[in-house]
């Protein structure tokens, strides 16, 4: 376990998670105050300051624009985790849901568009299709600060602008405990795959060795 602190902005957003998530049963309301509590937490300027040692190289952009997160905290009663995404410039996610996750997106530095789909094939999102219609539905222009309330199921991408664009997600439960879609409107298909990969990173202050070699 890594001995040095977290940010006192993480640790206050981690106990004030904890405290909403024991007393608030309804998932709708749980995850509206959740967004609430991680708009604090990507206002506080340790946390800005932070995002500028999350290392591009983990966060890789993988096959079919698959990526990787960092893995800051996993709460180990909740199941709830909070994970960094860097993207690079111009970088395109596929058209993807997070599954039965629910799932906020607050972009902390950079900027994107998030676009939103629909599934057309007379099915709606909950299962693992071999094959499936989708359509986009809007396009959303995104800069810090913005929070994207995700729900199971929702089809969504992001398109990154031509710079970095760093992002805070808190997710239900850590990656590799569900399945997801990826929709490849070229064909139709759909593709299921146990979501991004899971770096562990410090949500702290690193040395000053530990930083230069980020």
Same mark, same amino acid.
């Not at 509206?32 to 591009?56: S, Y």
């Not at 997106?105 to 099915?123: K, L, S, T």
């Not at 800069?143 to 992001?158: N, S, T």
């Not at 405990?177 to 991004?196: C, H, L, R, S």
């Given at each position: 376990?890594?001995?040095?602190?977290?940010?006192?902005?993480?640790?206050?957003?981690?106990?004030?998670? /904890?405290?909403?998530?024991?007393?608030?049963?309804?998932?709708?309301? /749980?995850?509206?105050? #959740?967004?609430?509590?991680?708009?604090?937490?990507?206002?506080?300027?340790?946390?800005?300051?932070?995002?500028?040692?999350?290392? =591009?190289?983990?966060?890789?952009?993988?096959?079919?624009?698959?990526?990787?997160?960092?893995?800051?905290?996993?709460?180990?009663?909740?199941?709830?985790?909070?994970? #960094?995404?860097?993207?690079?410039?111009?970088?395109?996610?596929?058209?993807? =849901?997070?599954?039965?996750?629910?799932?906020?997106?607050?972009?902390?530095?950079?900027?994107?568009?998030?676009?939103?789909?629909? /599934?057309?094939?007379?099915?709606?999102?909950? =299962?693992?299709?071999?094959?499936?219609?989708?359509?986009?539905?809007?396009?959303?222009?995104?800069?810090?600060?913005?929070?994207?309330?995700?729900?199971?199921?929702?089809?969504?991408?992001?398109?990154?602008?031509?710079?970095?664009? #760093?992002a805070v997600i808190i997710r239900s439960q850590k990656c590799g405990t569900y399945i997801q879609n990826i929709f490849f409107q070229k064909d139709g298909t759909?593709?299921?795959?146990?979501?991004?990969?899971?770096?562990?990173?410090?949500?702290?202050?690193?040395?000053?060795?530990?930083?230069?070699?980020?």
């Amino acid at each position: 376990m890594n001995a040095t602190p977290r940010l006192p902005a993480a640790e206050k957003f981690i106990t004030e998670m /904890r405290a909403m998530f024991s007393v608030t049963p309804d998932l709708v309301v /749980r995850w509206e105050k #959740a967004r609430d509590l991680l708009a604090v937490l990507l206002r506080d300027n340790e946390v800005k300051a932070h995002a500028q040692t999350w290392p =591009d190289s983990p966060a890789k952009l993988g096959l079919e624009g698959k990526h990787g997160n960092l893995l800051l905290y996993e709460d180990a009663d909740w199941g709830f985790c909070i994970n #960094a995404l860097i993207k690079k410039p111009t970088a395109k996610t596929t058209i993807h =849901d997070h599954g039965v996750s629910w799932t906020l997106y607050g972009v902390i530095e950079g900027g994107e568009d998030v676009a939103r789909f629909e /599934r057309v094939d007379g099915c709606v999102p909950g =299962d693992l299709p071999k094959t499936a219609i989708v359509r986009e539905t809007e396009s959303v222009a995104v800069r810090p600060g913005y929070i994207d309330l995700i729900k199971p199921w929702q089809i969504h991408a992001e398109y990154n602008r031509p710079h970095r664009t #760093a992002a805070v997600i808190i997710r239900s439960q850590k990656c590799g405990t569900y399945i997801q879609n990826i929709f490849f409107q070229k064909d139709g298909t759909v593709e299921q795959y146990w979501g991004p990969q899971q770096i562990p990173f410090h949500f702290g202050w690193q040395s000053e060795s530990q930083r230069h070699s980020a």
